[in-house]
């Protein structure tokens, strides 16, 4: 029958086996992190490399290596896992007569519009609850793939956003957020090649779409509340969305940076997940991207 599963296809539960040995590396410790006795897990993992005719893992007394196809078979599983278990997460939500729309935004980010996107949202008499979670730099990506919200606040072009439908916002520029003591937060306006190469405050290195960060002295982005302090001790600079500004502190000054990209606010969901609530938070969306922001005082 055309559409079945093939009987030489992995299920869910030989892959969580795969997942568990080739991230230990020991078919010992694999086995205690599951549950189950090393011998079932031995034979399943041969039966998995029977079944798909490739050799996954390298044996030998020193230990467990991934060879090149189970290296490739990691990556997929961890990505095929992720997808059952948000599948289970949003089914269970879609069940629940009480649910909310879950709504995830990276701290700081957008707060005067995310104000008003929940504000026009409540007003729509067709939306239901949103619940609002805060998370840190870049990790609403994750939190969207693994179900756990429904809808985020992103930024184009910094944030990860393959595979997701997406409604614009708002665009705006960035500021350089500085120590006030600094000589160059006495400055009107700032270029991108005057804050890249400051000796004694080296710039914050944002991580990459793939999640790794560029080379460079300056600290690596992982906290708000991290990034905030090492901007008031005289450690770091950064570059951000002017609206960002919402969490600057008094030993902060924000500047603008005229030649940095502009960067554009964008509600964010899983391309081909569509509900009732989802495209009631739609509407109340492009209405907030009808009205523009007002622009912070400098």
């Known amino acids: 029958m055309s559409g079945g599963r093939c009987v030489d296809d992995p299920d869910s539960r030989e892959l969580r086996y795969f997942v568990a040995v080739a991230e230990e590396l020991h078919f010992g410790r694999a086995a205690q992190r599951l549950g189950i006795a090393q011998p079932p897990l031995s034979r399943a993992i041969r039966q998995l ?10 044996r030998d007394r020193r230990g467990v290596a991934l060879t090149g196809a189970g290296d490739v078979l990691l990556r997929e599983a961890r990505v095929a896992l992720d997808a059952v278990a948000a599948a289970a997460r949003r089914t269970r939500r879609a069940g629940n007569l009480q ?11 957008s707060h005067e519009l995310l104000q008003r996107l929940l504000a026009s949202s409540a007003a729509d008499t ?47 520029g960035q500021v350089a957020l500085l120590p ?16 890249s190469n400051v ?29 905030a302090q090492l ?3 005289g450690r770091t600079l950064l570059v951000i969305p002017a609206s960002s500004r ?40 492009a209405g907030v991207r009808d009205t523009p922001p007002a622009a912070p005082p400098l």
Request: net charge negative.
């Open 231 to 233: 901007v008031a001790l």
């Open 246 to 285: 919402a969490w600057q502190w008094p030993d902060h000054v924000a500047v603008p940076v005229v030649d940095a990209p502009d960067i554009t606010t964008v509600l964010a969901w899983p391309a081909g997940h569509h509900s009732s609530a989802l495209a009631a938070l739609a509407r109340a969306a």
């Open 99 to 109: 649910r909310s729309l879950v709504l995830v935004t990276k701290a700081g980010a």
């Open 180 to 195: 006030s003591g600094h000589p160059l937060a006495a400055r009107p306006r700032l270029t991108l090649a005057e804050v």
């Open 199 to 227: 000796p004694d405050l080296p710039i914050a290195r944002w991580p990459r779409l793939d999640g790794s960060y560029p080379d460079g002295p300056g600290p690596e982005v992982h906290t708000q509340s991290q990034l």
């Open 49 to 58: 490399e029977r079944r798909l005719g490739v050799q996954l893992l390298d």
């Open 126 to 172: 067709e939306t239901v609850p949103v619940e609002v979670v805060l998370c840190e730099v870049g990790e609403q990506a994750r939190f969207l793939r693994s179900g756990r919200a429904d809808v985020a606040l992103m930024h184009r072009p910094v944030d990860d956003l393959a595979g997701f439908s997406t409604e614009d916002l708002c665009t705006e």
